[in-house]
């Protein structure tokens, strides 16, 4: 599962995220249940699978068996379900722990939201990234803490991108690394640029030097911030271009928990 953009805030999360179930298929049987061992002990039988170093120790069926389990981790390392659940759960311990109490930390289910195409998946991002600046808790994305925009900006001006974050990697092009298809500093620059509709109330074009990114998503500067406006107030379940219309003519995956 791969983090595009983050934001977590006094009283919920935000988290844009990318299903990667090709890199999961390509796992063996071993990077399987090492993953999984990371966040579970697992069963007895993958226990001795991982810490022996010949599998002749164990017999076929036990080995049938161990890959069968190992198919079910598979399914849950590029589940949304399993993700939201792991990271929700993690948070609601730390809490309870705090606050020397028990029982339900969260409201109720996350909700999300599906992206269609890179204009909502820039959207998206810069919605989730822009959170603490429309809330009024920073006055700029490199002020806005425990987010993935503040992460990208501390981590450009030593001209790397964060571990931890999907990677942009360009402009589309011929054998493309894997990564988000957009421009580090196109990115940067709509955030900035689109921050300011939440920190003034004038209305603020956006500047020329954000215009190859939108016009190769196909939309204008109003579209964007009509987009963005939209995310969870206009648009349930996906979020694409073909949508604005509809939302003009009335006025990746996206979750919140």
Known sequence: MDVCAFAVMSNHTHVVLRINKQKADDLSVKEVITRWHKLYKGVLLTQRFIQSDDNDAMTDAEVETVKSIAEVYRGRLYDISWFMRLLNEYIARLANKEDDCTGHFWEGRFKSQALLDEASVAACMAYVDLNPIRAGLARTPELSDYTSIQKRITAAKSNRQPQALLPFIGNPRNNMSDGLPFRIEDYLAIVELTSRQYTSKKQVKIDDTVAPMLT??????????????????????????????HIQKRGYRCRSA
Request: glycine share 14%.
């Open 216 to 245: 190769r998503v196909g939309i204008g500067d109003a579209a964007w911030h009509t987009m963005i406006a939209g995310i969870e107030s206009e648009f349930k379940t996906t979020v694409s271009i073909e949508k604005l219309g």
